[in-house]
């Protein structure tokens, strides 16, 4: 047993310039943890609540009363606790939504202990939670147009991204989406896009195409353009909640209304017409008779739950029971907790549902998510594109296991347990 010395938290900046929680947590025998959290933009309304200050300072999105609870009443109730305890520890000061003290101040106390914990073993953040024996990296799904909230809705749909299925390594997979990315900016500056326009949030590509049709087919052309047919296949994240409105989806670059159904209508002949492998947040987060619906008319597609099941255990299981979905996208600061992130994946994977790990639109250069995909198995990684370092820090992390440590990739949708 290692015992919590000191916590210490920090503002630091995230990758939109704004601020975000940061926070050592030294243990007895010196080992320390140090983790920044990350922020979303398409944020859904049943996620663990961020706390912001409000005022003046970085336009309201101060996080420094979440700072003084990182150094208050989390640091008290975590201290001289064994770090292992850290995660049962916590709640005792707020239980989830956390609202109180901030679910960005309860998640930087526990990434910071889970990798002091990881250093005080020795080892990678990987490694302490996944054990002896290769570590299992997983399928990229790699962002390359980006609309949304991501891209001043550029198009409605927030992600077209790629699944590079066929690789034989995570490297290989890198490599071929990034040749996607070229390709397909390529294809958008011949297309007479504006290159100083074009790198969103996520380092995916902003463009302002006349539908959301339209970047499917471009990024198709874009496969097509680096020789890579039939090896890398589509992703999608409507992230369907930012458009509806008013009880219909609003395609407002097409001037479309629709109901779920002719939504439904729309991602089916998507799905029909292109290499699509994974649709995320096809309809609104409260949606579930849409939800129903787009499982039961796309049972081979997989149907990814984010702002639907926000790694959210209850959620999930509503949906399991519902039979909605068959895919959990994992986002731990919608949970707060990294061991709450890690019971749902347990309980996705015993549901017979894949794993996702995911950043945040609003990242840094800080990589724990990887390591989390690792140990935890999850199978798929979504980082964003292969531009913007708080993007690649992410990648890079899992090369750098690749090319040092015992590993086996995740084969194309391989079904990980
Ligand atoms: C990463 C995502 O976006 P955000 O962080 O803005 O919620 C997402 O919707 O999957
Ligand atoms: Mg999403």
Partial sequence: MTRVREVRGWEALDSRGRPTVACRVLLDGGAVGLATVPSGASAGSHEAVELRDGGARYGGRGVRTAVSHVEGVLAAAVAGVDVAAVDDALPSVASPPYASVGANAVLAVSVAAARAAAADAGVSLARHLTGAG?????????????????????????????????????AEAIEWASAVRAATARLALDGGHDAAALVADEGGLGLRLPTNRAALELVVDGIEAAGLTGRVGLALDLAATEFFADGAYQLRREGRHLTAAELVDEVASWCVD?????????????DWAGWAAVTARLPGVQLVGDDLFVTDLSRLSRGVSAGVANAVLVKPNQNGLVSGAAAVVAAARSAGYRTIVSARSGETEDAWVADLAVGWRAGQIK????????RTAKWNRLLEFEALEDTTFAGPWEDVT
Wanted: glycine share 8%; net charge negative; aromatic share 4%.
């Fill in 134 to 170: 290769p570590l299992l990296l997983p399928m990229p799904m790699v962002n390359v147009v980006s609309g949304g909230a991501h891209a001043g809705s550029a198009i409605d749909i927030q992600d077209v991204l790629v699944v590079p299925h066929a690789a034989g390594s995570f």
């Fill in 274 to 286: 292109y290499p699509v492998l994974s649709v995320e947040d096809p309809l609104a987060e409260d």
């Fill in 383 to 390: 980082v964003g594109s292969t531009h913007r370092s708080e």
